[in-house]
């Protein structure tokens, strides 16, 4: 009697069939994650994408250089437009200051001051389209680019008008106290 072909093939699959089989069933579900989360972008019901990190990276860094660069020139207005129009500061040793026309007079103070620059160095971003948080350090520097305070700092950032403006922003220095008077 001639054996069946169908019935001869062995019904056990080869090593080889299961490790494929177990490498499917481990990176099926990886592969559904990553196109599910869609690369951390959020998409409108459009399908069009309007929040990216990457974007808003671009454009909190721009913002910093502003910042920092606008104690060389004494441009308190471009200072200020780096902030939204309800933003709050807090600066270290001083109460919170809420406003434009705060925010200018603290401004104005440093030019004063002679700060001619703060180099701001953004450690973490994270959030979304309602708001980010950046995280980083700072040099405070007078003439010459001479460091004059070193600290980090917390900013939460808000979209108005179709920019990134700071809203929230709060610092320290690094540098510790003078001992308390005993």
């Not at 080869?14 to 869609?38: H, N, T």
């Not at 200072?79 to 129009?85: D, E, K, L, R």
């Not at 026309?101 to 160095?121: C, D, H, L, P, R």
């Not at 950046?134 to 003439?143: F, I, N, S, V």
Request: net charge positive; proline share 5%; hydrophobic share 35%.
């Amino acid at each position: 009697m001639k054996p069946d072909l169908e019935y001869d093939k062995n019904p056990l699959p080869s090593s080889k069939q299961l490790i494929m089989k177990r490498l499917l069933l481990l990176f099926a579900p990886v592969a559904l994650l990553i196109v599910a989360c869609d690369g951390g972008k959020k998409t409108s019901d459009t399908g069009k994408s309007d929040f990216n990190m990457d974007s808003v990276r671009a454009q909190i860094s721009a913002s910093n250089a502003v910042y920092g660069g606008c104690f060389a020139t004494g441009d308190s207005a471009a200072f200020a437009a780096c902030y939204t129009s309800d933003a709050c500061i807090s600066p270290t040793g001083m109460p919170k200051m809420c406003g434009k026309e705060a925010i200018s007079a603290f401004f104005n103070q440093g030019v004063k001051m002679g700060v001619k620059n703060i180099v701001v160095t953004t450690e973490e971003l994270m959030g979304g389209k309602d708001g980010v948080i950046e995280t980083g350090k700072y040099d405070l520097q007078g003439e010459g680019g001479a460091s004059w305070e070193k600290g980090k700092f917390i900013v939460i950032w808000k979209e108005e008008n179709g920019k990134w403006k700071m809203h929230r922003d709060i610092w320290n220095s690094n540098t510790p106290p003078p001992p308390a008077n005993k």
